[in-house]
């Protein structure tokens, strides 16, 4: 993290401990959870607000319907037709998630996940998945499912509906 903190202006000191924060949106969320997951000890926090995550452990696992986002472009070794199955199934933050449950629990990372059920790219369906594999690893964390949100902008509800919409939560 030390060659991350002068380009971004990172400071754990700053905010009055030791271990940084990560926090990110779509891609930058999938990165955080990334990072987080893989060296829990350095972080104190992690939040991913509308991941892009394929909801699956190993690369056929995710259908045609998760995979909209890659025409968007991205590394082709992990977005894409041509890309690496065990290189994506080796960055995947829920894998990442089961290698190293323990080292997550034993830090006491902080982990906060949100997505919105409207999403045209599907995001909200690697977040439910994420959610569910870190139930079953015990791994405490907070989620939030927001009904009518589509990609980080309100829906419009159906008729009747109320336009706050609402939120499915799970905490850990």
Do not use: C
Request: hydrophobic share 35%; proline share 7%.
């Amino acid at each position: 993290m030390g060659w991350l903190q002068p380009k971004h202006r990172l400071s754990a000191g700053a905010l009055g401990h030791s271990k940084q924060h990560g926090a990110g949106t779509s891609g930058g969320g999938y990165g955080a959870l990334k990072l987080a997951f893989t060296r829990p000890h350095l972080f104190a926090a992690v939040a991913a607000k509308q991941p892009m995550l394929e909801p699956g452990l190993r690369d056929a696992d995710v259908g045609p319907r998760n995979r909209l986002h890659h025409s968007a472009g991205g590394p082709p070794q992990l977005i894409g037709p041509a890309r690496d199955p065990a290189l994506w199934e080796s960055n995947n933050p829920a894998s990442r998630a089961r290698r190293n449950g323990q080292q997550i629990r034993d830090s006491a990372l902080a982990i906060y996940l949100d997505a919105g059920d409207r999403d045209f790219l599907n995001a909200h369906d690697g977040a439910e998945f994420l959610h569910r594999e870190l139930w079953t690893l015990d791994l405490s964390h907070e989620y939030h499912l927001v009904e009518w949100l589509q990609s980080g902008m309100q829906g419009k509800p159906p008729s009747g509906a109320s336009s706050a919409g609402s939120t499915r939560s799970a905490r850990l």
